[in-house]
């Protein structure tokens, strides 16, 4: 695995001192979907905004890279519920002005092998429930009572959302309301609320297949973050056409349009407080940012254990609430390049999700007490197939992109080194990784064999070095019940002019976040201003 020149698909605008406006309305830390989202948002109420991404190029975990002639996502190989005019949808056409395009994948979009085992994740809700009863037919009726959670979960989860922009004495007004109109399972665990519906554990592993998107098996994760993800996909994944680089590359012109801007290579060191307000933000060239209103979607554990002083972070309190809520797992990730076309390959527009057996909660503790227990699941997917547009930009080749969790403990003692230049014994211990990862795409498409052109191995260290989440975090904060239930985790902070947005304060995934920036532009201008907004967003 040589390292190769890297040539970037870099977008936003390079930073420089003199090439800020003199005065803006909010800044904004961060460029993934949230920062973006609620840019995008406060950009359309005339507000101008300043959005600052400490890596080369804007998007976050939406991001893409180019190699040797290949391009991959590092953070993005499906999205749902785009198919249709839903809200969803309705807000990625508004942020991006309909340029994003969306390309539907199989119908069959998810497959998992478990064990000896394979059962498919089939696109329509009818379609999704006809296809489990098909593979489990003495389950008919677990199958249906598992739809209808789905169903009343989903009719809550809006009001989850609202409950975020509350002001603190509406949401006690609203409680006794919003605990008797919520269900009951929400919060609690997903195995315990789907073995209440059934014994077969190969139905729940199914069921429980997509576990991965948000990294928690089904003992730990709450059901809400499940009936969440499940009812995402549930009319099948779709990919963003041209690479998941797109997403924010169709965004940024909505933040320049009234004057903001979209700044790479601009670290933020500090937020400055005092007595009690946001006056600003410290960058890494020593220049302060002068402004009353801060946004911080870096993630919660950046904002209060980095960005703010600790002796704020104490006062506030955030210091004790950060025991809640624990960073989630970290991941490798492999990047794959071949010299023939998916068509020619035989590379499917699904996912491929690979479990040992199906006790996936079994399969995670194991291999996070023993680095040689087998991976508790190997995620393959095929980005170039996905992609309608990828042979025009790249001709004649395919990209595989493959997913492995890996805690951030195994790479501990590299930390602080500088990617690229870790040294023999890390290139050791990735090649001994590789080796290990690939048998599992070699068993499943084994006309791959001797036709990798191009490979390399990212590891939570790299997530550290372009996302900046300290233990390389998957998905920012693991989706417990516990953290479900953190009332602090909303857009409005208890320090003056400091608001959050991002995945950890509503959930994971690229819609989670794009969802959060509607929830921080709401909370920012209140619901009565935003209406009129939404109403011409949503109809
Ligand atoms: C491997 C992987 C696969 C995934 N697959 C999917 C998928 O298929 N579908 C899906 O919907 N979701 C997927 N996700 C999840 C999804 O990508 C994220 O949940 C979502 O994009 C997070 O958006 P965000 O805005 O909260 O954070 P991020 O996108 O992480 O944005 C935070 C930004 O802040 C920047 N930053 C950090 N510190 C500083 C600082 N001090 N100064 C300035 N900038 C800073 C970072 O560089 C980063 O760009 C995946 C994630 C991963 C990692």
Redesign the pocket.
Known sequence: MPLMKASTLRIGRRYRSNRLAEKYDAVI???????LTTAALLSALDWKVCV????YTAG???HSYERNGYEWD??????GDVGAATRTRKMFDFLTNSRLKWAAMDDEYDRFYIGDKVFNARAGKQEFRDNLVQQFPDEIAAIDLYMQLLAQVGGALSMLGMERVLKPWQRSLAAPFLKWKMPKVMLRNTYAVLRELTANQDLIATICGQWG?MGLPPKQSAFVVHAMIARHYLYGGYYPVGGSWKIAEAIIPAVNKTGGDVFTY???DQILVEEGRVVGVRMSDGHRIGCDCVIS??GVN?TFNS?IEDRVSQRYGYAAKMKHVRPSLG?L?VYIGLQETAEDLGLPKTNFWIYPHNDFDAAVNEFLKDDSAEFPVVYISFPSAKDPDYLNRHPGTATIEI?VPAPYAWFEKWQGSTWGKRGDDYAAFKQKLMDRIMPHLFEKLPQLKGKIDYSELSTPLSTQW???YQRGE???LDHTTERLQQDWLTPKTKIGGLWLT??DILT??????MM?GVLTATALVGMRNISPLMKKIFG
């Open positions: 830390i961060g460029s993934g979907m949230g920062g600052l991404e400490q890596h976050g975990y939406t590092v953070g993005v190989h499906y999205i998107d601009a670290r933020v979607s870096v950046n960005l991941h990730g997913v372009f996302s900046g998957l998905y920012g991002g995945q994971c995934g690229v819609t989670g976040a959060s």
